[in-house]
């Protein structure tokens, strides 16, 4: 089945301990983004990645750091969580080397105390 | 892109009503627009596109449209259906650079309640 997964699903965790999301597609996908959902607010853009080794700041970078070492799978690293970061995380990927037709991942619901 | 207020826009319609969403974007060299359904508990699902060089599009049972000249996107649904009640959010992208399509402004949203 063609799909966008995420791990993990929920995470609490406390200011400062370092954390990592995963996100991997299995559909060859060349564009890959993360995107943060907070009421309010809506969806806000991350990063973005057009292709492997290649990644680009989206509107709200501060606090994250992403790579892309292969096409498939696209971590998103809190190095120093902070409360202000407790939010619904989604990762997406998109065949073209763009955000055409993204394909959502099921989200990952993070607490930072 | 646009600021967020904390209260999205609502719609209720009944079932068999044609709905319309509507959404003002931001960036008028935006050339490129998303319209995405999200239900409650589930990432964002894609319903349809248009280029700015388009200013009507149709899909099934979904048409966009797009005004350029005041920054308007709208979402017509025909036949609405208890299953389309969802938060429906536009998004826009502008290249960066002339040539990369690599970012997304979304909008606040709008919850669209169908009635049976």
């Known amino acids: 089945e063609a799909q966008v997964t995420q791990n993990p699903r929920y995470l609490i965790t406390v200011t400062g301990k370092k954390l990592t999301v995963t996100c991997s597609q299995n559909?060859?996908?060349?564009?890959m983004s993360w995107y943060r959902q907070d009421p309010g607010l809506g969806l806000r853009q991350i990063y973005y990645s057009m292709n492997v080794e290649v990644t680009d700041k989206g509107d709200v970078p501060e606090g994250y750091k992403v790579s892309r070492k292969e096409k498939r799978n696209f971590p998103l690293i809190l190095e120093s969580p902070s409360p202000n970061q407790t939010s619904l995380y989604f990762c997406?990927?998109?065949?073209?080397?763009?955000?055409?037709?993204?394909?959502f991942g099921p989200g990952t619901r993070l607490t930072v105390t | 892109g646009e600021s967020v207020g904390l209260h999205l826009p609502t719609l209720s319609v009944q079932e068999g009503d044609n709905s319309i969403i509507n959404c003002a974007y931001s960036?008028?060299?935006?050339?490129?627009f998303i319209w995405y359904k999200q239900e409650s508990g589930k990432g964002p699902q894609f319903i349809i596109d248009?280029?700015?060089?388009?200013d009507k599009r149709q899909g099934q049972r979904v048409t966009v449209l797009l005004n350029k000249t005041v920054k308007h996107l709208s979402l017509q649904i025909a036949a609405t259906q208890p299953g389309d009640s969802a938060v429906y959010f536009c998004?826009?992208?502008?290249?960066?650079?002339?040539?990369?399509?690599?970012?997304?402004?979304f909008g606040q949203g709008t919850i669209l309640t169908v009635h049976p």
């Open positions: 559909m060859n996908h060349e564009y």
């Open positions: 997406a990927s998109s065949l073209g080397t763009g955000v055409y037709e993204q394909y």
């Open positions: 998004a826009e992208n502008f290249p960066e650079g002339g040539t990369s399509y690599g970012k997304l402004t």
């Open positions: 248009i280029r700015s060089n388009m």
């Open positions: 960036n008028s060299a935006s050339d490129y």
